[in-house]
T-cell receptor
């Protein structure tokens, strides 16, 4: 079974703090993704990575950066957290199949509910 | 442009009722994939099914069944004899070349199954 883990289920931070959200997958997947989920807005893609040290912006990258130094780990960084970044953050991974970034199923972690005060 | 519409925001049923969750998608690609995910209160999105655009066969898995109709651009999900444990938010999603195969999610349908 694919296992995607996230470092924290719940996190409370102060405005202006630097925040790291970690995601690890154990299935040797090439692709990894970060989403945020907000009521009424569904899931929105922040960043994705299709290989080590490779990253691409998703639909809402502003205020975020990412790091992928190892294949199994994908970190989301909030350089200076703001209250509008209070949200549920979901990490996912998938294996490359044929052509295209996300041809096959994305498997999700349990999510990190971040509150910025 | 790719789009997924789940018109039902919330559905409430009594246990053992059958319930169908609707999903309508838009894409100009001929090759695409459709997914259903379940998000229980714990928060994790659980993969349920993936279909590709060339396979219109309906699928049944236990109490779950999926009806894929290209003619109406729909990929509906039916739960037969619903149970309280089915209570969750269900998301339909689309992946196609036009969107670089990124997952495009619908807004989700919250299903409440009452005992």
């Amino acid at each position: 079974d694919v296992k995607v883990t996230q470092s924290s289920r719940y996190l409370v931070k102060r405005t202006g703090e630097k925040v790291f959200l970690e995601c690890v997958q154990d299935m040797d997947h090439e692709n990894m993704f970060w989403y945020r989920q907000d009521p009424g807005l569904g899931l929105r893609l922040i960043y994705f990575s299709y290989d080590v040290k490779m990253k691409e912006k998703g639909d809402i990258p502003e205020g975020y950066s990412v790091s992928r130094e190892k294949k199994e780990r994908f970190s989301l960084i909030l350089e200076s957290a703001s209250t509008n970044q209070t949200s549920m953050y979901l990490c996912a991974s998938s294996k490359v199949g044929g052509s295209g970034v996300s041809l096959v199923t994305q498997y999700f972690g349990p999510g990190t509910r971040l509150t910025v005060l | 442009a790719q789009k997924v519409t789940q018109a039902q925001t919330e559905i409430s049923v009594v246990e053992k009722e059958d319930v169908t969750l609707d999903c309508v998608y838009e894409t100009r690609d001929t090759t695409y994939y459709l997914f259903w995910y379940k998000q229980p209160p714990s928060g994790e999105l659980v993969f349920l099914i993936r279909r590709n655009s060339f396979d219109e066969q309906n699928e049944i898995s236990g109490r779950y069944s999926w009806n894929f109709q290209k003619s109406t651009s729909s990929f509906n999900f039916t739960i037969t004899a619903s149970q309280v444990v089915d209570s969750a938010v269900y998301f339909c999603a689309l992946s196609a070349m036009d969107s670089s195969y990124k997952l495009i999610f619908g807004s989700g349908t919250r299903l409440l199954v009452r005992p």
